[in-house]
């Protein structure tokens, strides 16, 4: 056993009233998010779980498994104290505050060693510095995670495929177009088209906010993936400027039928299905 | 990093292992629960490129394996034979470039299919395409 | 041998194609549908491919030659019952079969070549008569 490990075992106390007294007297201190209590109790299983990691594995190997249970209490601590509203930077003092007790009490444990305490000291450092990566890693895997959640639910909700008439489908699409969302957004339309047997759809973009020349071919893809399926695809909403930046960025959808509003596309594929929309005669 | 799962080793020597091809890469794909239309991008690549080695490079050897990559799962396919190679490889990745009688977007189609790919050719020796294609690429 | 059978409906030639097509197949089919074409006089091809999960580019081109060589014999070629995942990736590998008509299922494949046949025999060109012109022509 190295000698960081016997001095954490040996002086477990004193190294956490240190601890304790450390973040108690610092100004960072949230006692708004989290009592002194709980605050006691989350870093004396910390400490804990140090030590016992310690007992069996050298401080040299904080990858190994031995270590697993110390990253595993670090990670819900660096997640719970997300959840109770401590910025990244707050948790990460946390961790780095204990690297100063430590140390403290190796100076002490230590004095006139001083060969032996450089060494431990680097020890301690990289030791103490691999625990905040593994908040800072939780705390952005959290995020991460909620951002996954939330495209999903994006491109789930953001493109629902509209009957508007017998054999005609509307697909009113709002926000950006990236090959992932027209991915969803063809599946969709193909699929219904299929199950709708419908002959005509209308892709309305007035909630597109720009069309650059990837979203343009994004579009024209969609457009003959329909024309594949046996169907028709026209493209509506185009307002003035993507008229303009289409034309200035030279794209070339001469080939796809394009119409100012849903109101004319609707119209044009009346037209096309030789239906007629009359005002009704009130007297005979 | 990547690790495998499972791989399945076929032999590509007559036209219709291309058929035993593409229902093997299928049982694969259905068993990492990729989406419909990801397992028929992935099976029109792996025909592509199962094709190409039967003309070019006079049959082969295709693997099939499972592979996993932190959260995601795939299906990495590499398709090695002995034939002549190629010998511009750059040139065999532009659209419209064909020296058989094809339509001439075997290679460039077959990249835009699928998530990873790369060909290693040798004159004379062969030539190794890998492609990985992710459950939700 | 496995052989694809092609039915005669009317004037038109109708392919099933519900096995998986490795290319002597295909290539069979391509010969033995020009042939029926010519013999048969037809004016029309409707190949179904609801039941095919992989379009590659062989396929592909097979069913381009098929549609200019009808073509050539006077006989206009329609594919129906594209599955959306074969579209989708026929889009991305860039094969988007021009000249070839399409349409969602046999049916209205139907109805387009019969449709076509129909604005092939009458040769009056009567333009769009969708925006009819009220009176007031020559007087101007």
Redesign the interface.
Known sequence: MNATARIVKDKKSEIFELWMKNQLNDDGLREDLMNNEDLRIQSEELLDSLAIALNTTDITDYDSPGFDTVNEILAGISGSRAMHGYSPRETGLYVLSLKRALLDILQIELAGQTDLLYQETLKVNNLVDSFSITTFETFIKGREEVILRQTDEIAEISTPVIRVWDGILALPIIGTLDSSRT?VV??NL??E??AT?S?IAILDISGVPAVDSLVAQHLI?AV????????ECIISGIRPEIAQTIVHLGIDLSNIVTKATLASALKFAF?TMRLEVRRKTVNA | MILSLKKDLIKINREQDVVLLRNRTKEFAVKIKMGLVNQTKLITAASELVRNMLRYGGGGEVSVEAVTKGRDNGIRMIFKDSGPGIADVNKAMMDGYSTGKSLGLGLPGTKRLVNEFDLKSELGKGTTVTIIKWANG | MERIPILKMGHFLLVTIQVDLYDRLAMDLEANLIREVNRTGAKGVLIDISAVEIVDSFMGRIIGNIASMSKLLDAQTVVVGMQPAVAITLVELGLELPGVHTALNVERGMELLQGMIISDDIIIDDDDDTFPEKGFDKDQ
């Open positions: 991915q063809m599946e193909l699929q088209i299929v047997g002959s893809k003959s993936a329909t024309r594949l399926m046996g169907a037209n």
